[in-house]
Nanobody
Framework: QMTLVESGGGLARPGGSLRISCAAS????????MGWFRQAPGKERELVAA???????NYTDSVKGRFTISRDNARNTVYLQMNDLKPEDTAVYYC????????????????WGQGAAVTVSS
């Protein structure tokens, strides 16, 4: 059973930056697709970005050019660098892992972190 622990959320001003991290417990991390999802108040959880075991990436349109997902397999860690933050980026961000090498479908992710709150406000 893989456990995922997010860190690095918090408050940022519009136009600012934050980086959130997700540390995984399993050393087989390098064969898992990883994803970052978010859920804003009153909205459904949505995929923000995903990275395959080989490092190919996918982003939802609203964050393209602003957010970057990356992974460090040696540290069993995945990151989400968020730049040019907007108030509409305010949400709880969840890290997820799939027992697949490539995945962008929410229901196929098997393991979930507890979430990290990100608030963008002036």
């Amino acid at each position: 059973q893989m456990t995922l622990v997010e860190s690095g959320g918090g408050l940022a001003r519009p136009g600012g930056s934050l980086r959130i991290s997700c540390a995984a417990s399993e050393t087989i991390f390098n064969i898992n697709a990883m994803g970052w999802f978010r859920q804003a108040p009153g909205k459904e959880r949505e995929l923000v970005a995903a990275i395959s075991a080989r490092g190919s990436t996918n982003y939802t349109d609203s964050v393209k050019g602003r957010f970057t997902i990356s992974r460090d397999n040696a540290r069993n860690t995945v990151y989400l660098q968020m730049n040019d933050l907007k108030p509409e980026d305010t949400a709880v961000y969840y890290c997820a892992a799939a027992n697949l090498r490539h995945c962008t479908t929410q229901k196929l992710f098997d393991y979930w972190g507890q979430g990290a709150a990100v608030t963008v406000s002036s």
